[in-house]
């Protein structure tokens, strides 16, 4: 017996010895906690991107302790990382926990097959919206929460060089005749009018969508809520308006094959004395142009409504964009904080960094280190942000379905030829077939 | 040899691997894509079944028979442009010696080992509407007159793509073809000689028919790489401005991923497979081989 018991303590030891190790691995030394792993996966869509995504790497480690964050910066366009996390989602989520959506018709199948969490509780625990501005809070059709707010608030107006227009003899356009007669102008001395990203499609439906603001407003509304179809409402008169600019020579040769980044370098470079793009862009220019760069609201289609521009204006908040937790995700409430913290780095990155006051969050309560010295411009555009009157998502957002939102950018690419052939009739039936589209 | 071949069992194991990998990459994704095109989805949800719903929606669909007949009038451009004018341009290569022949031979394989991504960038340079390369060649030729959008243009946007892959494509079909022409025992050259045949007769006589079926294979490659045109418009126009230069291939991508649509996507990509099929049969039809006797 006696020489029994070393052997029993010994086969005692192993099994102990074992678990104690084991415990070890899966805790970490000594007791540590195991980090969680997550996955990310951002659109690198640009360079501002590229910034966020090394910013996010230097503060994900202080933001959110006990999490291991993969992030995987894809670059391409966004309908190609949308395929992907599609893609992924069909077949399992597998490495997939939280994702950029870019939302409005892009995200409808994912919410369709359940694939996103819904939010509420987990942003409630976080108290996430005492962070956020109110506005902010755009539920689904069923009241959740999907997305954390990410992209900065945005409406659709026209930028121009200041520098340009002076050297003309020219001042903002408030109305089309103004407008027309600007580009007129600029022609003659040999700079593009305006640039646009034609082979996109969706910057000149903006336009088109832009110019039939200032007449009626609810156009968009009343054809996304099948009262009217697109032939029946502004529409008709924002589209002849591009297609006078067009027969004008407002933009340049190639603007139909001309994407973001082409129409971007134009404007930004000095070739080009206007731009139709979004007010994401505001910061951005203000910076690289060094503040040679003002906006100006889609101008009124008669002189009576001069005063009307500006008052109405697409834009806002995108329903179910913004940082998306997978509803498979093992982790669902660190996914949750690793989508906050996403946001808000971005967000401070816009504010800080970029010069973009027009985030979808209090700057304090995310910790932006102190306000910066926005530009002219920028302050003028944040005052007027709160007299706008009436505000309704852009059209390529709205759209209630993908093949709706192709519809529409598609038809609008092929409006920019300026082909004989296709003129204002053809392109208002294409935007109706597009709206009937399922 | 014999003794394992008369053997089932030995047939079927050494089968089995190829079988297998034929079965799961080939075979099974092709009946898979017969059921789907009978069904509605978006990749995600659960489908449903729609009958012939798909089917019926493409062909009252313009744009998808807009796209087909690009699709065809690449597949004929391929045919005459790369496969008809390859071989004219082998046969003519394989009668220069020396350095110059290598150097047009090296001329040929170079779009060939490029990327189509670079390619397709390249072609955006020389197709610019503003300063691109053919535009300003035509100022120095003094055919200035002659500019224009090439890409946006509906009357040129469909050429323009259709010698993209031309181009990229021809050197492999100058391979194909001068490595046909080399296995040609040099004999009944040196008899036609002899017999006084001139170049015209020698090729029409001799060098073609014994060329066929590597004719057939370049025919063959010609026609479906044209059908299924995808690479350079996704690059290039991702199918536009508009629909111009919308292919059924990138027709069918949209539908899939664009519109999610894998229903109607996998109906366009049966009727893809029946088309090339039709093709393919034509071409073997037409190059079918005659018993040849020198």
Not at chain 1, 236 to 259: C, H, I, P, T, Y
Not at chain 1, 296 to 318: M, R, T
Not at chain 2, 27 to 51: A, E, H, K, Q, W
């Amino acid at each position: 017996m006696k020489r029994c018991v070393p052997k029993l303590v010994s086969l005692a030891a192993v099994p102990i010895l074992a678990m104690a190790l084991g415990s070890c691995g899966a805790n970490g030394a000594f007791g540590a906690k195991k980090p969680v792993k997550l996955s990310l996966y951002i659109q690198q869509s640009d360079d501002k991107m590229t910034q966020a995504v090394a910013m996010m790497k230097d503060e994900f480690p202080k933001m959110l302790p006990g999490i291991e964050v993969t992030i995987n910066a894809i670059p391409g366009e966004a309908q190609a990382f949308e395929n992907k996390i599609r893609t992924m989602i069909a077949a399992g989520g597998n490495g997939l926990d939280v994702w950029w959506e870019r939302g409005g018709s892009f995200a409808v199948p994912i919410l369709q097959a359940k694939g996103a969490l819904a939010l509420d509780d987990n942003l409630a625990a976080e108290k996430f919206w005492d962070k956020a501005i109110p506005s902010a809070k755009v539920p689904n059709a069923d009241g959740k929460v999907y997305a954390v707010p990410f992209e900065t608030i945005f409406y659709e107006i026209m930028f121009y060089n200041p520098e340009i227009f002076k050297a003309h003899g020219l001042t903002p356009p408030k109305t089309v005749a103004d407008l027309k007669n600007a580009v007129k102008v600029l022609k003659k001395a040999g700079v593009t009018p305006i640039a646009v990203a034609g082979k996109d499609g969706w910057p000149a439906a903006m336009m088109v969508e832009g110019f039939s603001y200032p007449k009626d407003p609810e156009a968009t509304k009343k054809v996304v809520e099948k009262k009217a179809n697109f032939s029946e409402t502004s529409y008709s008169e924002g589209a002849q308006v591009v297609k006078e600019l067009l027969e004008l020579g407002a933009f340049s040769k190639n603007v139909a094959m001309d994407d973001y980044s082409t129409a971007e370098g134009l404007f930004v470079s000095g070739k080009a004395a206007m731009i139709a793009n979004g007010s994401w862009a505001l910061g951005d220019y203000n910076t690289k142009m060094k503040g040679n760069v003002d906006y100006f609201y889609y101008p009124a289609l008669a002189e009576a409504d001069a005063a009307k521009a500006g008052q109405n204006v697409a834009g806002g908040v995108k329903k179910n964009a913004g940082m998306m937790v997978y509803a498979g995700s093992k982790h669902p409430k660190e996914a949750t904080k690793l989508a906050i913290a996403t946001a808000e780095v971005y967000n401070r990155l816009e504010y800080e960094k970029l010069g973009n006051p027009f985030i979808a969050y209090n700057p304090e309560k995310i910790g932006c280190a102190s306000a910066p010295a926005f530009g002219p411009a920028v302050q003028r555009f944040a005052s007027d942000i709160g007299k706008f009157q009436y505000v309704y998502g852009f059209v390529q957002d709205v759209m209630p379905s993908a093949a709706g939102t192709n519809g529409v950018m598609e038809a609008t690419s092929k409006l920019m030829t300026n082909s004989a052939g296709y003129g204002v009739k053809e392109y208002l039936a294409d935007l109706d077939k597009a709206a009937k589209e399922e | 040899m014999k003794k394992i071949l008369s053997n089932k069992l030995h047939i079927a194991l050494f089968c089995a691997p190829a079988l297998l990998l034929f079965g799961g990459f080939v075979l099974y994704p092709l009946l898979n894509l017969v059921y789907m095109s009978f069904r509605n989805s978006d990749g995600l949800s659960i489908s449903v079944f729609t009958g012939l719903r798909n089917y019926a929606r493409l062909a009252g669909d313009a744009a998808f028979l807009k796209a087909n007949a690009s699709s065809l009038f690449l597949c004929a451009f391929a045919i005459v442009g790369d496969a008809v004018l390859g071989i004219a341009v082998a046969i003519l290569l394989s009668t220069l010696k020396g350095p110059l022949q290598k150097a047009f031979r090296i001329a040929f394989l170079i779009p060939m080992v490029l990327s189509i991504s670079v390619i397709s960038q390249l072609w955006l340079a020389v197709y610019h509407a503003e300063w691109g390369l053919l535009n300003s060649f035509l100022d120095f030729i003094g055919l200035g007159s002659l500019r224009r959008s090439w890409l946006i243009d509906e009357r040129t946007a469909m050429i323009c793509i259709a010698v993209v892959g031309m181009w990229w494509i021809f050197g492999y079909i100058v391979l194909l073809a001068y490595s046909g022409l080399k296995s040609i025992p040099e004999q009944y050259y040196e008899a036609a000689k002899i017999d006084g045949a001139g170049f015209l007769t020698t090729t029409f006589k001799i060098t073609l028919p014994l060329l066929s079926e590597v004719s057939k294979v370049c025919l063959v490659f010609s026609a479906v790489g044209g059908l299924y045109t995808f690479p350079q418009v996704y690059i290039m126009t991702g199918g536009g401005p508009g629909d111009l230069t919308q292919t059924v291939m990138m027709y069918m991508y949209k539908q899939v991923f664009s519109n999610q649509r894998f229903g109607l996507g996998a109906a366009v990509a049966m009727v893809a497979i029946v088309e090339s099929a039709i093709v393919i049969a034509l071409i073997n039809r037409l190059m079918s081989r005659r018993d040849l006797q020198f």
